[in-house]
């Protein structure tokens, strides 16, 4: 079955540097990954989304990319920012078309 | 992107009540999804709710412990019955833009059973 592993341990950054999360997924390549924010005590909140023929994606200071090769995305915060503490969450869909979650990480932007 | 609230936002009951969990969206959705995520875990999809049909339940979820409704294209609601304190959790609905390539949620409702 489809797994998806997201490093459980916070990850504690200095405001400015760049924050890399990772996203390692098992079995099944699928169409397309998915990141999310989720903010304590709310529900997760999308955030970009890359599909399998793209290497990488940008969006303001997020940049999300793709290793199908090695089953593997990375999500960099550039310039962070307290307020980009929380935690962060990918997903993908698996052979069923169901998506399916990671447990997330969470980041702590330190300032 | 669509709107969702839930009702309630948190809730505090006694083992082997049930407790009624409401999900209303601002624009008229096809799919709706009910999920439980249980603290620093993933979130895990419990069934999905069509309008017009009974709700497609994961591997794990039954109709009987998670009745679901779905009157309209707006609305749905999940019933978490005869709790017991391993039902604590967050309770989330959410709906996808048609493709299921985005997903937008709720709030969530935060459960405790005692």
């Known amino acids: 079955s489809q797994k998806i592993e997201q490093n459980s341990e916070a990850l504690n950054i200095q405001e400015g540097k760049t924050a890399t999360l990772t996203c390692n997924y098992t079995n099944y390549s699928p169409a397309y990954l998915q990141w999310y924010r989720q903010d304590p005590g709310r529900g997760p909140v999308f955030l970009l989304l890359i599909r399998e023929n793209e290497k990488e994606k940008r969006k303001e200071r997020l940049k999300v990319t793709f290793d199908t090769t090695l089953k593997q995305s990375l999500f960099h915060i550039t310039a962070s920012q307290p307020a980009d503490s929380a935690t962060y969450l990918c997903?993908?869909?698996?052979?069923?078309?169901?998506?399916?979650w990671g447990a997330g990480t969470k980041l702590i932007i330190k300032p | 992107s669509a709107v969702i609230s839930q009702k309630p936002s948190r809730d505090i009951c006694q083992r082997g009540t049930s407790l009624t969990i409401q999900c209303q969206v601002d624009s008229q959705v096809t799919m709706m999804f009910w999920y439980r995520q249980q603290p620093g875990q993933s979130l895990t999809l419990i069934a999905t709710a069509n309008q017009g049909s009974e709700a497609t339940y994961e591997s794990g979820f039954v109709i009987d412990k998670f009745p679901i409704s779905r009157p309209n294209l707006t609305f749905s609601t999940l019933t978490v019955s005869n709790m017991s304190p391993e039902d604590s959790s967050i309770y989330l609905c959410?709906?996808?833009?048609?493709?299921?390539?985005?997903?937008?949620f709720g709030p969530g409702t935060r459960l405790l059973v005692l």
């Open positions: 959410s709906v996808d833009e048609g493709q299921l390539e985005t997903q937008y």
């Open positions: 997903a993908l869909e698996n052979s069923n078309y169901q998506l399916i």
